[in-house]
């Protein structure tokens, strides 16, 4: 088999084979083919999109392209989710000790990576002693005796992925559905999950802007886990604005457990109890959404769900008490209020940019190498729709620098103020 051919057949518009698509992952991965013909390759793939199948191919060459999770001795469905990215988006905290409560084991496999504010597991070591660096085997143990674990994510998964996520960032293919949406799905499968649950953004905050992009990622998603036998769903939902009131590490944290309280924010709270709703019904512990979902509300109101949190903080040698009290999580020295500027009410938060006022503070990282400051960040006082008198603060800045105009400044610029009435938007597009 030859690249060159490979690459002329989809420049053509032709199906790829297994075979091909297997040939290509393997070779650009062991370093056989050379970046100038996969960067061609990328580009016909860009342009001529693929099938099904061929999404199918290739998703699974990527996902095999590494370490694979075996979790095959924890009993029962493991059914996890993934969302395509957010600002302030804390639902992995909330979503956890929830559907683990009803019983679906959760087997969790995180990451840091770049961003506003720091992946699932920064937030996790906002508290203190917490650590994710455990061996398969008591990550295993774990979740067969709680039913919940957090590991950090393996070096060595998914490596085709890496090198060709590197070479799509440098050759203008990042914005391919087909390459993104095997880009993700590959992961999830080399982290053993057997259903997975889709949470695609959309809006100003989300890699995908419009409604439309949104659905024909979350299609193509879905497609690739049940073309390869994995239950997979999707979600669509809203990041035109933040979602709930905290951006920030250690305050997403205090809003996880407030959530799991049910005294969260009410955006936050719903798109939890519809993603895991979701979840159990994968897992074959409800039979409907409003069975799913009572079981969800049970388990927040009778603190089971807080309770569970707690014992896996515990498990993983972090300080259980701070699901009672959450001043024990770090504390910025400074609280800002951001004042309105004018009388009004709140018609547009720019999402991307309240991150970026977020990251400013040292919430997020730029670069790998970034240290984060778990303590700051932004709580909003006012969402889309909500009226605010002149003066009064649109958001609360928790700041380690005395100095915080930059930030202050994309605040007052990004949280738009209008004399007429705007309705919030939906939360969630479609199910
Ligand atoms: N996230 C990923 O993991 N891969 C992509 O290609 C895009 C977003
Ligand atoms: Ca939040």
Request: proline share 3%.
């Amino acid at each position: 088999m030859r690249m060159v051919d490979i690459i002329e057949k989809k420049r053509d518009g032709e199906e790829l084979s297994k075979q091909e698509i297997e040939f290509f992952v393997t070779g650009y991965t062991d370093g056989t083919i050379p970046d100038y013909q996969a960067s061609a390759f990328l580009m016909a793939i860009y342009f001529r999109k693929m099938t099904a199948e061929e999404q199918g191919h290739l998703t699974m060459a990527m996902s095999e392209s590494g370490d694979q999770i075996d979790l095959s001795a924890i009993e029962g469905v493991k059914v996890d989710k993934h969302s395509t990215g957010g600002v302030g988006d804390t639902t992995t905290l909330i979503l956890a000790p929830l559907v683990a409560a009803c019983g679906v084991p959760v087997a969790k496999m995180s990451g840091r990576g770049l961003g506003h504010t720091g992946g699932t597991l920064d937030k996790l070591e906002a508290i203190e002693g917490f650590h994710v660096e455990i061996s398969t085997e008591q990550f295993i143990q774990q979740v067969n005796d709680l039913k919940i674990a957090v590991i950090g994510q393996s070096g060595n998964l998914t490596p085709a992925d890496k090198k060709l996520y590197a070479l799509r960032d440098v050759t203008a293919t990042v914005n391919s559905i087909p390459l993104i949406a095997s880009s993700i799905m590959s992961k999830k499968l080399a982290a053993g999950a057997d259903a997975i649950v889709l949470d695609v953004k959309t809006g100003a905050g989300a890699f995908m802007k419009t409604l439309e992009d949104s659905k024909q990622l979350a299609d193509a998603m879905t497609a690739i886990g049940n073309e390869v036998g994995r239950n997979t769903s999707a979600v669509i939902s809203d990041m035109s604005q933040p979602l709930g009131f905290a951006i920030g590490n250690a305050l997403e944290v205090k809003e996880a457990i407030d959530t799991l309280k049910g005294k969260g924010p009410a955006d936050l709270t719903e798109l939890c109890l519809v993603l895991g709703s979701k979840m159990l019904l994968a897992a074959n512990k409800a039979k409907t959404e409003e069975d799913a979902r009572a079981q969800l509300q049970t388990v927040m109101e009778n603190g089971d769900a807080l309770r569970l949190f707690g014992s896996l903080i515990k498990a993983q040698g972090g300080n259980a008490d701070v699901v009672d009290n959450t001043s024990l999580l770090p504390q910025a020295r400074y609280q800002i209020e951001v004042p309105a500027v004018k009388s009004g009410y709140v018609s547009a938060i720019d999402a991307d940019e309240v991150g970026v006022a977020a990251m400013l503070l040292g919430a997020g990282r730029a670069t790998k190498e970034d240290v984060i400051d778990l303590a700051v960040g932004i709580v909003l006082c006012k969402k889309i729709g909500d009226y605010v008198e002149k003066g009064e603060a649109l958001a609360i800045l928790h700041t380690n620098k005395q100095h915080a105009e930059d930030s202050i400044n994309l605040l007052k610029e990004h949280m738009h103020i209008s004399s007429e009435k705007t309705a919030a938007p939906p939360l969630i597009y479609s199910l």
